[in-house]
Structures are given as structure tokens and as C-alpha cells.
């Protein structure tokens, strides 16, 4: 039985497969903005502020996937409380570097002249900066869906969704006719979502992005 045969005959377990990974790490991103965002809000102006946030989330990364995925099993159980929380602390460098970037990368005279029209601190960060920053923001988060599409296949190992249980079931089984054809189904599939994230995301800033700003 060849690839296309085989794929044929579960094509159904495979898109539920995919559809879960997909799930997956559309909750985790969504989680690591919803945090990387506000913290990147709170220790842009200030250097140790900067420093501990993006050192922090950088030392994050630094953790095995197997070893992270294991301490949170204690907390969270297996399946996907400790997935999506792992994925959400994995997304948090790109997301918070990018968001301190791009507000640092406000022009200094467009927050004075806001102020000078008596703009307070919210009113300038949610009318002016974050607005302005939003581009960058979003490219953090385009770097975190691509890296989190290739985490997500780990959490199989605590009984989490996805693809990833594709690739073990392939892998355990090595030596069988079809173990080869398991592995490729999730690699393809994590492939096939990492191009249609990465669109989805450009489409998305493009729509959120001033004209001004793009131009």
C-alpha cells in the first residue's frame, strides 16, 4: 500500500488530528499575547524592567521541552493543561522582545505632541503607541506560531492533542509497514498549518495595520 492509499484510508483521524494541533497552539499563542503584551507594557520605559522581562522569557527557552512538559505534570495533569501552558511560556520571547521593541520604537515626538494635547498615559499608549508598535508586535507573534506549531508535536508525550501523536505513534512503531507513513502524515501536517498560520497572520496585519503605517 503506497502514501496516498494509506493517507486515504484515515484521512478523518489525521484532520482530527490536525484540527487539535491547530487548536492547540491557537490557545497557547493567544495566551502568551494576552501575557507578553501587558508585561512588555509594564518594563519597556525602564532598562531593568526591559532586561528581567526579556531575560526571564529567554531563560524560559532554555528548559527541554520533555523537562517542562514533565514539572507541569505534577500542576496540571497530563493532556492539555500542561501543553497549553507550555506552549504559552514558550511564546513568550518573541512576544514580549517584539512588543519592547516596537514601543521603544515610537518616535519620541509623536508621544510629545500627544501629551501636549492632553493625551494621559492610556489614552497615548492605546491611541498612539501600541497602535504604532502593532506591526512589530505582530511579527513576534508570526515567529511564535511557527515555533510553537513545532513544540506542540511534543505534548503527545503527556497525552496532549495533535499531531504530534502521529509522529510517536510512528516512531514507537518503527519497523512496521506504516510506521514511516504516521510520521510523514504529521510532519506534513504541522507543514501544511505553518503555512496557513503564517498567512493568516500576514493577512491579519495587513488588515490591522494603518495605511499610514504600511505605507
Known amino acids: 500500500m503506497g502514501f496516498w492509499e494509506y493517507l486515504s484510508t484515515n484521512?478523518?483521524?489525521?484532520?482530527?488530528?490536525?484540527?487539535?494541533?491547530?487548536?492547540?497552539?491557537?490557545?497557547?499563542?493567544?495566551?502568551?499575547?494576552?501575557?507578553?503584551?501587558?508585561?512588555?507594557?509594564?518594563?519597556?520605559?525602564?532598562?531593568?524592567?526591559?532586561?528581567?522581562?526579556?531575560?526571564?522569557?529567554?531563560?524560559?527557552?532554555?528548559?527541554?521541552?520533555?523537562?517542562?512538559?514533565?514539572?507541569?505534570?505534577?500542576?496540571?495533569?497530563?493532556?492539555?493543561?500542561?501543553?497549553?501552558?507550555?506552549?504559552?511560556?514558550?511564546?513568550?520571547?518573541?512576544?514580549?522582545?517584539?512588543?519592547?521593541?516596537?514601543?521603544?520604537?515610537?518616535?519620541?515626538?509623536?508621544?510629545?505632541?500627544?501629551?501636549?494635547?492632553?493625551?494621559?498615559?492610556?489614552?497615548?499608549?492605546?491611541?498612539i503607541e501600541l497602535p504604532l508598535a502593532w506591526p512589530v508586535v505582530l511579527a513576534g507573534v508570526r515567529v511564535a506560531a511557527q515555533l510553537l506549531l513545532g513544540i506542540a508535536a511534543i505534548s503527545a508525550a503527556v497525552n496532549g492533542p495533535g499531531l504530534g501523536n502521529l509522529i510517536l505513534s510512528g516512531l514507537s512503531s518503527a519497523g512496521t509497514p506504516f510506521a514511516i507513513y504516521l510520521t510523514v502524515q504529521g510532519i506534513a501536517g504541522i507543514v501544511v498549518l505553518a503555512v496557513l498560520f503564517d498567512a493568516a497572520i500576514a493577512l491579519l496585519t495587513r488588515l490591522t495595520t494603518s495605511r499610514g503605517i504600511r505605507a
Open 11 to 127: 484521512w478523518g483521524e489525521v484532520l482530527g488530528h490536525t484540527l487539535e494541533h491547530a487548536a492547540l497552539v491557537v490557545v497557547g499563542l493567544a495566551l502568551a499575547v494576552v501575557v507578553g503584551v501587558p508585561l512588555a507594557v509594564a518594563t519597556y520605559r525602564t532598562d531593568l524592567g526591559r532586561a528581567a522581562a526579556v531575560n526571564g522569557s529567554s531563560l524560559i527557552m532554555t528548559v527541554p521541552s520533555y523537562a517542562l512538559f514533565g514539572l507541569l505534570i505534577p500542576l496540571l495533569g497530563l493532556g492539555w493543561g500542561p501543553a497549553v501552558v507550555a506552549l504559552m511560556l514558550y511564546g513568550l520571547l518573541p512576544v514580549v522582545r517584539n512588543a519592547i521593541v516596537g514601543l521603544r520604537a515610537v518616535d519620541p515626538a509623536v508621544t510629545e505632541s500627544a501629551r501636549g494635547v492632553g493625551m494621559d498615559r492610556t489614552r497615548l499608549l492605546l491611541g
